[in-house]
């Protein structure tokens, strides 16, 4: 994951859950696992970059047998992953913004970062 400089106004934590993204660049959605979460928003990485503050729809699921939370988000940075290994593919590191997510849905993810924030 790119170590660039830290400019969130959210913490975040190192949490693996699914997200599918939903863009209109791509015909199909991208299915992966976060990298990190913060009340702001996520960074996951795409097997395809995503043009820069393009909005894409996101179904977030936080635990696998509840209702996913369902928003927009606004890309805010690619980063190109080169991978050393031929018969890997190229990756792009990605941060997207929440946009249009309900005040619920940023509580849930507040008392998710908090608790695993007390858990390190």
């Known amino acids: ?4 400089i830290n400019r969130r106004k959210f913490p ?12 209109s660049e791509h015909p199909k959605s991208f299915t992966t ?24 729809g996101i179904q977030l699921f936080l ?8 928003c927009s988000g606004r890309i805010v940075w690619v980063v190109g992953r080169k991978s050393s290994k031929s018969f890997k593919p190229e990756s792009f590191d990605t941060g997207i913004e ?5 005040e619920e849905d940023i509580e849930k993810i507040a008392k998710l970062v908090e608790k695993l924030s007390k858990e390190k």
């Open 63 to 70: 635990e696998e047998k509840s209702s996913p939370i369902e």
């Open 1 to 4: 994951m790119w170590d660039g």
């Open 12 to 23: 975040r934590a190192h949490f693996p859950c699914k997200i599918i993204i939903l863009s």
């Open 98 to 102: 929440f946009v249009d997510i309900k």
């Open 33 to 56: 696992k976060t990298e990190n979460i913060g009340c702001g928003g996520v960074c996951v990485v795409l097997p395809k970059p995503l043009k820069l503050f393009s909005i894409v």
